[in-house]
């Protein structure tokens, strides 16, 4: 198993600061995922981050908005820029160790609110 | 339409009552997930099948690839059973995971 741990773990930020999002994990592994979960919603995929590349993100997520970082295969970044109230959300970090166990590991999760 | 679908959305009991949610989801898959997640927002991965059933305490998952259907059942259900319980899939050749919309389960003392 992962353990993955989350900094910070909740915050309240104001309109059009920037806020870094921490993520550490116990163990090397090679595929991060940063998601995010709107209130009331289910859970969407924001980009996946591969030590040594650039993030892949997903259509509506653009690097400008949500810079990553992935400097090992333990820790990534997910900062959420010029934030806004539409921001507020829970943001987590996953991970998939591989070796073709199709397992998934979540963090505990960063609550953002932006007033 | 999503390619997962979880049912019922919400769901209340009374302590000690048995609970099941299902989830159908309509394309070929590697894998199936069953999350709880409280109210705190943290992730905890209950299950990963492929085939057949698995337990692990109170908590029951089986899954019909030829159905496409999976189910989550808790015995004896207690009030900090009370959370959300999302199905997620990762699809045949994909490393991404897709989610239902989660059902809300409260468990009344």
């Known amino acids: 198993s992962a353990v993955i741990s989350q900094k910070p773990s909740r915050d309240i930020c104001q309109r059009g600061t920037s806020l870094t999002i921490q993520c550490q994990v116990d163990s090397q592994v090679t595929m991060m995922f940063w998601y995010r979960q709107q209130p009331g919603q289910s859970l969407t995929l924001i980009a996946t981050?591969?030590?040594?590349?650039?993030?892949?993100?997903e259509s509506g997520f653009v690097i400008d908005k949500f810079p990553i970082s992935r400097p090992n295969l333990t820790f990534s970044t997910l900062t959420v820029s010029n934030m806004s109230p539409e921001d507020s959300s829970i943001y987590l970090c996953?991970?998939?160790?591989?070796?073709?166990?199709?397992?998934?590991?979540f963090g505990p999760g960063t609550r953002l609110t932006v007033l | 339409k999503n390619e997962v679908e979880q049912s019922p959305q919400n769901l209340t009991a009374q302590e000690g009552e048995f609970i099941t949610i299902n989830c159908s989801y309509s394309?070929?898959?590697?894998?199936l997930h069953w999350l709880q997640q409280h109210p705190g927002g943290g992730i905890v991965s209950l299950f990963m099948?492929?085939?057949g059933k698995k337990k692990h305490g109170r908590l029951i998952a089986t899954i019909n690839i030829q159905e496409k259907h999976s189910s989550l059942h808790i015995t004896a259900s207690h009030p900090r059973d009370s959370a959300v319980y999302i199905c997620?899939?990762?699809?045949?050749?994909?490393?991404?995971?897709?989610f239902g919309a989660g059902t809300t389960v409260t468990v009344r003392a």
């Open positions: 996953s991970v998939d160790p591989g070796q073709g166990t199709d397992t998934q590991y």
């Open positions: 981050a591969n030590q040594g590349s650039e993030a892949t993100y």
């Open positions: 997620a899939v990762r699809k045949l050749g994909d490393y991404k995971l897709s």
């Open positions: 099948l492929s085939s």
């Open positions: 394309v070929g898959i590697s894998a």
